[in-house]
């Protein structure tokens, strides 16, 4: 079984800076693409970045030049830098991998992270 556990959500004043951290556990041969959606009360869950097992990372337009994601390999693990947030960041942001098992490829979530963008 694949495992994604999120950390770094919490409560940050606008215009401030929080760091998402996703790790993947289990057993698997690779991690394709890995991503961080959002969701916020009320609304469909949206894509945020997602990054390439080469780095090449794609952003939605409402983040662009303010969030930066990244990941490591080595430690099957994606991070998303968080700057100038603003309060309509606020939502539970949702890390995303494709696996490659034994049997194929699959999609994995993790449980999500909050969070609140807030003076």
């Known amino acids: 079984q694949v495992q994604l556990v999120e950390s770094g959500g919490g409560l940050v004043q606008p215009g401030g800076s929080l760091r998402l951290s996703c790790a993947a556990s289990?057993?698997?041969?690779?991690?394709?693409?890995m991503g961080w959606y959002r969701q916020a009360p009320g609304k469909q869950r949206d894509l945020v970045a997602t990054?390439?097992?080469?780095?090449?990372?794609t952003y939605a337009d409402s983040v662009k030049g303010r969030f930066a994601i990244s990941r490591d390999n080595a430690k099957n693990t994606v991070y998303l830098q968080m700057n100038s947030l603003k309060p309509e960041d606020t939502a539970v942001y949702y890390c995303?991998?494709?696996?490659?098992?034994?049997?194929?490829?699959?999609?994995?979530w993790g449980q999500g992270t909050q969070v609140t963008v807030s003076s």
């Open positions: 990054i390439a097992s080469d780095g090449n990372p």
């Open positions: 995303n991998a494709y696996v490659r098992l034994w049997a194929g490829w699959k999609e994995y």
């Open positions: 289990g057993s698997f041969f690779s991690i394709n693409a």
